[in-house]
């Protein structure tokens, strides 16, 4: 119990950091992959859409707040859907930069939330994995006071230094959030068999609509069925054995790099750029500051308005 409480309310200063990075990386990305969405934005997500609206309707769950929903409201009072779908892209767009740059960061994030739920909710079918981790950085990033140190709202206001004190159990929560995601993960690839045998990785390799951008061509080793087991089993262990040793201080530096190199190679072979960007952000909020400075380098400086103070 004396471990426990120190461990979930005292306060470190890598964590207000962390916070911080998280903030701005999270802000960048939800800005990039929102501008990367604008060109086909009509196409997807309107009436006269390759699916209009009111098919993917049919995949929401009733009672659940849409953009379909959200435009048809609007409609019922004279605002054009053009006009409406302008009105969410424009808000979206400006409450990612909010959070990026710091201004009022835990509200932005509640309002984002809301609509990146009801986006996410009208149109299913055109959502995965990374959009589902971008849903729960925004309401980690409502509990962080992650505005208090380089952001528009420190050089304009007061220090939220006791705010930052405070998030402790939410900083460690996401901590352990991260270490279960992993975990999870590794254990339902080690229960079934297309992990071990390789199989999964040649699929993932191989499918049409990945590996588009670089088109890697891996013919040369498709004779070698034990390169396709041992990366497997190199992402079984990396996956599985994370709780351990990213914890552990002497191969936290190791398994972190190790992960990071694990979600490059999502980006440049499957393509799955905001996927990899965004769990290559989450792993280092959690895990890099705690001891940056032995990774080479020196921990972000602290803001010179925040006097953090070691409580462990």
Not at 264 to 287: D, E, P, Q, R, S
């Amino acid at each position: 119990m004396k471990s426990i409480i120190p461990f979930f309310f005292g306060f470190r200063s890598y964590m207000g950091q962390a916070m911080v990075f998280f903030r701005m990386a999270m802000g960048i990305l939800f800005s990039l992959h929102f501008l990367a969405a604008l060109p086909d934005f009509e196409r997807l997500f309107s009436t006269n859409g390759i699916l209009p609206t009111d098919i993917l309707d049919l995949y929401a769950t009733e009672y659940i707040i849409t953009l379909p929903g959200i435009v048809s409201f609007l409609t019922n009072y004279g605002i054009s859907q053009p006009l409406a779908l302008w009105m969410f892209k424009v808000l979206y767009l400006g409450l990612s930069l909010c959070i990026a740059v710091g201004f009022f960061s835990r509200w932005a994030a509640a309002l984002l939330l809301f609509l990146h739920a009801a986006w996410m909710q009208g149109a299913t079918l055109y959502f995965y994995g990374v959009d589902y981790f971008e849903s729960m950085a925004l309401f980690y990033l409502v509990l962080f006071p992650a505005d208090s140190a380089y952001s528009l709202r420190a050089m304009i206001g007061k220090p939220q230094t006791e705010a930052m004190r405070r998030a402790t159990p939410y900083f460690r929560t996401f901590q352990i959030h991260v270490v279960l995601v992993y975990f999870f993960s590794g254990l339902e690839k080690i229960v079934g068999f297309n992990w071990r045998n390789g199989e999964s990785v040649w699929k993932a390799f191989h499918l049409y609509h990945l590996n588009r951008d670089f088109a890697w061509d891996f013919s040369f080793i498709s004779d070698y069925h034990w390169l396709w087991v041992l990366m497997g089993w190199g992402v079984v262990i990396v996956e599985l054995f994370y709780p351990v040793f990213i914890v552990w201080h002497k191969s936290r530096r190791l398994w972190l790099w190790a992960t990071i190199a694990f979600h490059l190679g999502i980006a440049l072979v499957l393509n799955l750029y905001f996927f990899a960007a965004t769990m290559i952000a989450w792993n280092l909020t959690a895990f890099y500051f705690v001891d940056a400075h032995k990774f080479g380098g020196k921990a972000m400086p602290q803001a010179s308005k925040l006097k953090f103070e070691e409580s462990i």
